[in-house]
Structure formats: structure tokens, C-alpha cells
């Protein structure tokens, strides 16, 4: 687990584990780093929506298809700009 701050910097790395991404969440403490209304971009296996909803921790996370054919409007917009910020924190954990 890592993370990046907005301006691209890394601020979070956590040590490797063989377990679930909640378990590795839960066991960095990151969640004491951060202050209410801050937020974390995560992937849509990381499990930590009560986590976050309990410290006030905002979360930012594609849109699931799940039954649906198509996303809405501001459901693709949303994913596009999430994938954008992906790409640049990609970028930061190559280099």
C-alpha cells in the first residue's frame, strides 16, 4: 500500500503482506495520518467504506457496472478523471 499526495509526492508506504487490503489498512494505522474530510482514491476490491465512514474520510472510487449496461453521464466523467489521477500515481510508484 501506498500513498501519494496530490502533488505527486509519496507520503505512505506500508510494508509487504500476505493478506487482504482492509487487514493492511487497518494495520498501517493510516487512518490516524489522516485528518476529517481528507481523501483516499482506492480500487473497488479495497474494502474500507466503514473505516473511512467512521473517521469522516472521504472516499474516491471508480463506478461498478454491476447490472447495468452502460454507465451514466457523470458516472463516466467521474472514471475519467479518476483514471487520470491513476495514471500520474502510477507513474510515481514506477520512478
Do not use: P, W
Amino acid at each position: 500500500m501506498i500513498g501519494v499526495t496530490s502533488a505527486g509526492l509519496i507520503s505512505f508506504i506500508n510494508r509487504a503482506y500476505d493478506t487482504s487490503d482492509k487487514v493492511i489498512f487497518e494495520q498501517s494505522n493510516l487512518i490516524n495520518l489522516l485528518q476529517r474530510d481528507d481523501a483516499i482514491m482506492i480500487d473497488k476490491s479495497f474494502l474500507i467504506d466503514n473505516i473511512c465512514l467512521q473517521n469522516d474520510i472521504k472516499l474516491i472510487r471508480s463506478a461498478f457496472l454491476k447490472n447495468k449496461k452502460q454507465f451514466s453521464k457523470e458516472e463516466a466523467l467521474l472514471n475519467a478523471k479518476i483514471a487520470k489521477v491513476h495514471v500520474h500515481i502510477k507513474r510515481t510508484i514506477k520512478d
